[in-house]
């Protein structure tokens, strides 16, 4: 099998997209059935010797000031269309020289492409809830998509929620589950990583932890009022933690951070280095991810694997990835979360058996697993492409 992959997403610093893309194709670079696998960039195309090398680029600290011009350049008018047209073009280019491949889009938006095709849809949110995002990405996403789904060979889900979404839109292109995965990394770490960790991030001895993006489909604000209202004793047993770079309409959010901040009882980290995170999760007596919309919700995943118990949402994907294995709430009830949490925090027993359960739930969302399937739907799309 030959693979052609749009590596848009490999930006520094990546969150959510950026981790699926990176974590399936360093499988995809180690499986001796992938014959070929190259990079469609809006520099052209990126050969399999450099993939592996961009991959670990992406890893490298950011300077403040790279950040800064990013972040400016992409609010310039126009710019994101341009942009597009940028890959587009290159994509055009590209697909004249790859015939024979497959193309792996893993973030929503097909380029043009001249072979069989297939989409990753992470979630609908920007349908059901386009308040949680920028005006630009909701034109653009309900714009660009419909022609997604009539193009694609196959489409992949990122659960099964996502694909169910798909369908009551009526999308007709067969939709594969290929959810994101969990490195081993955060199954077996150290207590000298966990020491190291919890030295390098000066981290309480105990803490409640928050990783998300500060943005508004986060429900952040919900969950620190929900934080605010526990006992006294509590929040000072169990500070919050927060994980999780600057996101869209991030203000409010950081001034209740702040608030709480100057009471010494909550800690914000801003974006931590990915090499920290499977400890940052592991010396967390609990882990919060009680968001409004998910796909999947990795961190989820994530914290189970490290051996921490969860607190999520009871809607969307969310309880899907928990399996039973994590306490769920209300999202849009403060008291629910508050509720929640105070259980937990104050039920040691409860959070060592979904330690433990939850551990051992979270293998079944390992890298290798995630890439055999996404192999799979590729070599469908190849079988069944008609020109």
């Not at 060979?153 to 999308?171: D, I, K, Y």
């Not at 009471?263 to 280095?273: C, E, I, M, T």
Request: one cysteine or more; glycine letters at 6%; a neutral charge.
């Amino acid at each position: 099998m030959r693979i052609a992959v749009n590596t848009y997403s490999l930006q520094p610093q990546p969150t959510g997209i950026g981790r699926y893309t990176s974590g399936l194709l360093r499988e995809l670079l180690e499986r001796s059935d992938i014959d070929d696998i190259c990079g469609l960039s809006a520099g052209g195309l990126i050969p399999r010797a450099q993939l592996l090398s961009l991959l670990d680029t992406i890893e490298q600290p950011v300077k403040p000031q790279q950040r800064s011009w990013r972040s400016r350049l992409a609010k310039l008018p126009g710019a994101h269309r341009a942009w597009q047209m940028v890959k587009d073009h290159q994509a055009r280019r590209a697909s004249g020289s790859l015939e024979g491949y497959c193309y792996w889009e893993p973030s929503f938006v097909l380029m043009p492409f001249n072979g069989p095709s297939v989409a990753t849809i992470h979630d609908l949110s920007h349908v059901h809830h386009p308040e949680f995002h920028p005006a630009y990405r909701v034109k653009a996403l309900n714009q660009q998509l419909p022609h997604t789904y009539a193009k694609a060979t196959r489409l992949n889900a990122v659960s099964a929620f996502t694909r169910e979404m798909l369908q009551q839109q009526g999308v007709s292109a067969p939709v594969d589950i290929v959810s994101p995965g969990v490195d081993d990394s955060f199954f077996s770490v150290t207590e000298a990583q966990r020491q190291n960790c919890r030295q390098q991030l000066n981290l309480p001895e105990q803490y409640l932890l928050s990783v998300a993006t500060l943005e508004p489909r986060k429900n952040l604000e919900r969950v620190i009022a929900a934080f605010t209202a526990l006992p006294e004793a509590l929040r000072q047993q169990f500070p919050l933690v927060l994980a999780g770079a600057r996101g869209w309409h991030s203000e409010t959010i950081e001034a209740a951070i702040n608030r709480l901040t100057e009471k010494a009882q909550a800690f914000r980290l801003g974006y931590v280095d990915q090499a920290h995170i499977p400890a940052l999760y592991a010396n967390a007596s609990l882990s919060i991810y009680v968001s409004h919309y998910e796909g999947f919700g990795m961190p989820i995943a994530e914290s189970m694997a490290a051996g921490t118990a969860v607190l999520t949402a009871d809607r969307t994907s969310m309880p899907e990835v928990a399996g039973g294995h994590a306490l769920l709430a209300n999202p849009e009830s403060v008291e629910s979360i508050r509720q929640q949490l105070e259980r937990l925090l104050s039920d040691p027993v409860l959070r060592d058996r979904l330690s433990h359960t939850g551990h051992t739930h979270a293998n079944r969302f390992r890298w290798q697993h995630s890439a055999q399937h996404l192999v799979d739907s590729l070599t469908l799309a190849q079988q069944e492409y008609r020109p």
